[in-house]
């Protein structure tokens, strides 16, 4: 091969990577658009080579949720909501932490009139779970949750006790009633405008903590239930909600108080009411968390406590 040929060769090849670094992926038809040469790389000045070798920060973007398919209406295909006026949207809480810690939720997300009955579905699927066989052989009715399936806030506790287990429903016994106060008297809500879960569905007997196989077992009918509801806030009642759902044995003292994520929800932690009817003085630790959620959420904070 001689120099002459040897010279067009690479110019051809430094025509296909100028091309490529153009963002071109095949070869246009026609003449060549001309590119101005490569430049020489300049040395940089003494004081600016520490600099010029830290990464540049990297913006990354927020992960996204899959986006439905809109249904069609008779007027056409219905138009996709604008987008929030920032002057009148509610304050974005400050996360601690990294969005990225942990994949957003992969599944579709579901037009909210097919939430209630893939609920419902779910729930049935629930009633016939026999993947714990002490949780199974003791229950008397499973729990799977209840309440609006396009709810903006989901609480989720540990598991049924005795009253929950006798009537199928969460959070009815006496800390129900105090959750109840937390859910109407302090943050101006209704039961029925939130969803209310636990992480196990069956009651562990005597009230015990569920073992981490049973948490194992179970954790996936939660997990779809948030895929269904897509709720905006989660609050986390008590340190084994807490601790399953934020994958950490932080000390409930250190989880609660400050924004966390799950799977890009902003989530709160907070005492289980449980454990306020046996701790009052933490009640108003409470308030406290519960007044982070009602100013993301953009409800007015008025005088009134958590539960008394
Ligand atoms: S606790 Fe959950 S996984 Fe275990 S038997 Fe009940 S529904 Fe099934």
Not at 15 to 28: H, K, N, Q, S, Y
Not at 188 to 198: C, S
Not at 298 to 306: D, E, L
Request: charged share 25%; proline share 13%; with cysteine.
């Amino acid at each position: 091969m001689d120099a002459d040929h040897q010279r067009l060769i690479r110019q051809v090849r430094q025509r296909l990577e100028a091309l490529t670094r153009a963002g071109l992926d095949r070869i246009p038809l026609g003449p060549l658009p001309e590119f101005p040469p490569v430049q020489a790389a300049q040395p940089l000045p003494q004081a600016n080579r520490a600099e010029a070798t830290e990464a540049p920060p990297i913006d990354r973007p927020e992960p996204q949720e899959a986006r439905p398919t809109l249904p069609t209406t008779a007027q056409g295909p219905r138009r996709r909501p604008s987008p929030p006026n920032p002057k009148t949207a509610p304050a974005i809480p400050t996360m601690l932490g990294s969005l990225f810690d942990e994949p957003a939720i992969a599944e579709p997300v579901l037009p909210p009139e097919e939430r209630p009955e893939a609920l419902r579905v779910l729930a049935e699927e629930i009633a016939g779970c026999i993947r714990c066989e002490i949780l199974c052989a003791n229950r008397t009715n499973t729990v799977p949750g209840e309440g609006n399936a396009t709810a903006r806030l989901m609480f989720v506790g540990e598991g049924p006790g005795q009253t929950e287990d006798e009537t199928g429903r969460p959070f009815v016994g006496k800390a129900g009633k105090l959750l109840d106060d937390m859910i109407s008297k302090g943050m101006g809500l209704r039961r029925e405008d939130v969803f209310i879960a636990n992480i196990v569905k069956c009651r562990p007997p005597n009230n015990r903590d569920p073992e981490p196989e049973e948490v194992r077992n179970c954790i996936g009918y939660l997990e779809r239930q948030i895929a269904i509801i897509r709720p905006e806030f989660l609050c986390l009642l008590g340190k084994p909600a807490a601790q399953t759902l934020l994958n950490t044995s932080m000390p409930m003292g250190r989880l609660r108080g400050k924004w966390q994520r799950y799977k890009g929800i902003p989530t709160i932690a907070t005492w289980h009411p449980a454990y306020l009817l046996r701790n009052p003085s933490a009640k108003k630790d409470t308030w406290e968390d519960l007044q982070m959620l009602m100013k993301a959420m953009g409800i007015p904070i008025q005088k009134r406590g958590a539960g008394g």
